[in-house]
C-alpha cells in the first residue's frame, strides 16, 4: 500500500516561518520526483515547488526565492520549507508522487491527506 503523509503545518503570522514533511511509504522514493501543491479554500489547486530524484528543482513564481523544497532519500521523506509567509500563502498543503508501474512508467497520481497552513496578517 503507498501511503503520504503530510505533517508541519500550523497558525503563523505573516513573515514568520514553517516546514512542512511528506513521508512516503510503499513506493519506491528514491527514483521519483515529488511534487508540492497547495489550494486555498475556493481556489484551484495549484503548483508549488517540485523535486527531482536528482535534486533539480523547480519553484511556482509565487514561492520563488521563499520556499525550499528539498528531501531525504534515506528517510523517505520530502521537506518544504517555507520563509517570509504571506497571508496568501494560506491553503491546505498536499505532498504529491508519481505512482508507478513496472515496465508501464507513470500511470497516475498518489496524494497525501493535507496540512493546514494558515497565516495571519
Known amino acids: 500500500q503507498v501511503q503520504l503523509v503530510e505533517s508541519g503545518g500550523g497558525l503563523v503570522q505573516a513573515g514568520e516561518s514553517l516546514r512542512l514533511s511528506c513521508v512516503a511509504s510503499?513506493?519506491?522514493?528514491?527514483?521519483?520526483?515529488m511534487t508540492w501543491y497547495r489550494q486555498a479554500p475556493g481556489k484551484q489547486r495549484e503548483f508549488v515547488a517540485r523535486?527531482?530524484?536528482?535534486?533539480?528543482?523547480d519553484y511556482a513564481d509565487s514561492v520563488e526565492g521563499r520556499f525550499t523544497i528539498s528531501r531525504d532519500d534515506a528517510k523517505n521523506t520530502v521537506y518544504l520549507q517555507m520563509i517570509s509567509l504571506k497571508p496568501e500563502d494560506t491553503a491546505v498543503y498536499y505532498c504529491?508522487?508519481?505512482?508507478?508501474?513496472?515496465?508501464?512508467?507513470?500511470?497516475?497520481?498518489?496524494w497525501g491527506q493535507g496540512t493546514q497552513v494558515t497565516v495571519s496578517s
Open positions: 510503499g513506493i519506491i522514493f528514491s527514483r521519483n520526483f
Open positions: 504529491n508522487a508519481p505512482r508507478m508501474a513496472p515496465g508501464w512508467g507513470r500511470v497516475g497520481d498518489y
Open positions: 523535486i527531482t530524484s536528482g535534486l533539480s528543482t
